[in-house]
C-alpha cells in the first residue's frame, strides 16, 4: 500500500518537499487533493472518494519524460484492468484518454541539483467515481471510470493495483529501457494520425504525426516539411483518430 495522506495541497508539490525522506519508487496518495496541478496551468482538485490523486518517487531516470512513460504505461494497465470493455490509449504528452474524453493525466517533474537531473517526481490523477454532472462542469471533455462503468470503485483497492503496475513498470525500464519506451509509444494512438498541434504561444495548425523521437517529441508533418514538437498541447478528433 503506498504512503496515504488524508488531505494535501497537491501529492507532486509534497513529494518534492519531502524528496530526500523517502526511497527510490515510493508512491504517495492523498485521499482528498485541494491544489493539485496538471500541464498548462490547469488545476486538478481531488475531492474525497471521487479519484486517485497520487505521486511517484523515480530516481534513476534517465531523461524527464521517461518518467511519464513509466506513469502512463501503469495508468493504462489499471484502468483497463478497472473497466475492461473501454477502449483508452495514450495521448501525448501525458493524457489517458476514452474516446475524445480525458480519464487521467500524468505531471513529471524533474528534481534539479547542480544542474543535475537528480530524479523525477511522477504525479498521477485517474476519474475514478466522478459524476457526469460533475464532469460536465470542469470545461473540457472528460469521463471516469464510474461514467463508463455505471459502477463505483473503492479507491483504497484501486491504489495498490496501480502502485504494482508502476513498480512492475520501473524495473523494465531500468532493465529494458527500449523496450518500455516502445510500448509507451505503441500505445500512442496520434501516430499517424492527423492532430491539432497549439504552440505555448498559442498558435495553432494541423500536421500529421509520423512519430515520436528518441527525446519524447512528436515528428509532425505540416506545409510539405518535418518539424519537432515537443513543448505545447494536442487537440484530437474522433474523426481523425478512430477513422
Given at each position: 500500500?503506498?504512503?496515504?495522506?488524508?488531505?494535501?495541497?497537491?501529492?507532486?508539490?509534497?513529494?518534492?518537499?519531502?524528496?530526500?525522506?523517502?526511497?527510490?519508487?515510493?508512491?504517495?496518495?492523498?485521499?482528498?487533493?485541494?491544489?493539485?496541478?496538471?500541464?498548462?496551468?490547469?488545476?486538478?482538485?481531488?475531492?474525497?472518494?471521487?479519484?486517485?490523486?497520487?505521486?511517484?518517487?523515480?530516481?534513476?531516470?534517465g531523461?524527464g519524460?521517461?518518467?511519464?512513460?513509466?506513469g502512463?504505461?501503469?495508468?493504462?494497465?489499471?484502468?483497463?484492468?478497472?473497466?475492461?470493455?473501454?477502449?483508452?490509449?495514450?495521448k501525448?504528452?501525458?493524457?489517458?484518454?476514452?474516446?475524445?474524453?480525458k480519464?487521467?493525466?500524468?505531471?513529471?517533474?524533474?528534481?534539479?541539483?547542480?544542474?543535475?537531473?537528480?530524479?523525477?517526481?511522477?504525479?498521477?490523477?485517474?476519474?475514478?467515481?466522478?459524476?457526469v454532472?460533475?464532469?460536465?462542469?470542469?470545461?473540457?471533455?472528460?469521463?471516469?471510470?464510474?461514467?463508463?462503468?455505471?459502477k463505483?470503485?473503492?479507491?483504497?483497492?484501486?491504489?495498490?493495483?496501480?502502485?504494482?503496475?508502476?513498480?512492475?513498470?520501473?524495473i523494465?525500464?531500468?532493465?529494458?529501457?527500449?523496450?518500455?519506451?516502445g510500448?509507451?509509444?505503441?500505445?500512442?494512438?496520434?501516430?499517424?494520425?492527423?492532430?491539432?498541434?497549439i504552440?505555448?504561444?498559442?498558435?495553432?495548425?494541423?500536421?500529421?504525426?509520423?512519430?515520436i523521437?528518441?527525446?519524447?517529441?512528436?515528428?509532425?508533418v505540416?506545409?510539405?516539411?518535418?518539424?519537432?514538437?515537443?513543448?505545447?498541447?494536442?487537440?484530437?478528433?474522433?474523426?481523425?483518430?478512430?477513422?
Open positions: 500500500m503506498p504512503v496515504l495522506l488524508d488531505r494535501v495541497d497537491s501529492t507532486n508539490t509534497f513529494l518534492k518537499t519531502h524528496f530526500d525522506d523517502y526511497p527510490d519508487g515510493t508512491m504517495v496518495a492523498a485521499m482528498e487533493q485541494t491544489a493539485g496541478r496538471g500541464r498548462m496551468g490547469r488545476s486538478w482538485h481531488q475531492k474525497r472518494g471521487d479519484g486517485i490523486a497520487s505521486s511517484v518517487i523515480f530516481r534513476e531516470i531523461a519524460f521517461h518518467a511519464g512513460a513509466i502512463g504505461l501503469a495508468t493504462l494497465e489499471t484502468v483497463r484492468s478497472a473497466v475492461p470493455e473501454a477502449d483508452f490509449f495514450f501525448w504528452p501525458n493524457d489517458v484518454y476514452c474516446g475524445e474524453r480519464i487521467a493525466g500524468i505531471l513529471s517533474e524533474g528534481i534539479w541539483r547542480s544542474g543535475k537531473l537528480c530524479g523525477v517526481v511522477c504525479g498521477i490523477g485517474i476519474n475514478v467515481n466522478d459524476e454532472s460533475a464532469l460536465e462542469k470542469i470545461g473540457r471533455p472528460a469521463t471516469s471510470l464510474f461514467a463508463l462503468s455505471g463505483k470503485f473503492e479507491i483504497k483497492k484501486l491504489l495498490p493495483l496501480l502502485e504494482k503496475s508502476l513498480a512492475a513498470h520501473y523494465k525500464y531500468k532493465f529494458e529501457r527500449a523496450r518500455l519506451i510500448e509507451w509509444k505503441r500505445e500512442n494512438r496520434l501516430i499517424g494520425k492527423t492532430v491539432e498541434l504552440r505555448p504561444d498559442g498558435e495553432r495548425f494541423r500536421a500529421g504525426i509520423s512519430g523521437d528518441d527525446d519524447g517529441n512528436l515528428v509532425a505540416h506545409g510539405g516539411s518535418v518539424t519537432l514538437f515537443g513543448c505545447g498541447d494536442v487537440r484530437i478528433d474522433a474523426a481523425d483518430i478512430f477513422k
